[in-house]
């Protein structure tokens, strides 16, 4: 039994909702004349990312003293948070990245059968799979980003009594999840 609620795992938004507001996700399209404005918007946007997640290394270090959760907790965080920090400027530099590709593919793609195919179909698939990668990694940056932003104990109490234990489990995984898929990319597009 379903409840016919879809879910993008792109934006991370309902589809199908029984509201009447629609999806919108923000996958590149090629057909778009400006498609440059869409990877200017995301570099923007994991920009502003960044400078948020810089100022709470600047507070961590500030707070060491107000913590009542204890050393261990302040140097998970930092440890977090310096991990969201690569992954902002790496989301960054991936945007860039995939703006190059996509045009790129964009010159070989008019190309005839017999000369590029091949060519254009191995950079479609190359494209399609970092997109997914970069939505995986971008998923997990905002989760992380989100356990960040959590200050003291009360914060925590809302995940009820097992928070605490918890909360720093989520945060170890996340932070390992975010580093593991920056070396993935960097492993299979970089090298």
Known sequence: MTCGIGFCW???KRINSFCTTSHTCSKFDPNNEKSWIFFLQRYKAQDLSESFALNQLDE???????MRLGENFVTS????VHALI??????????????????EASRIAPWSISEGSEQA?????????????????????EKLN?????????EIMHYGQMGIPIFPR??????HLVLHLLQQIEKEFWT
């Open 146 to 154: 989100q356990l960040t932003e959590i200050k003291d104990e009360e």
């Open 10 to 12: 792109i934006c991370c």
């Open 121 to 141: 179909s191995d950079n479609n698939y190359e494209i399609s799979h970092l997109e997914t990668l970069e939505s995986v990694l971008q998923v997990y940056t």
């Open 170 to 175: 989520s945060l170890s995984l996340y932070t």
């Open 86 to 103: 690569h992954g902002r400027q790496f989301l960054k530099e991936l945007n860039i990245r995939m703006y190059l590709m996509h045009d």
């Open 60 to 66: 961590l270090h500030d707070a060491d003293s107000d």
């Open 77 to 80: 965080m930092r440890q977090s």
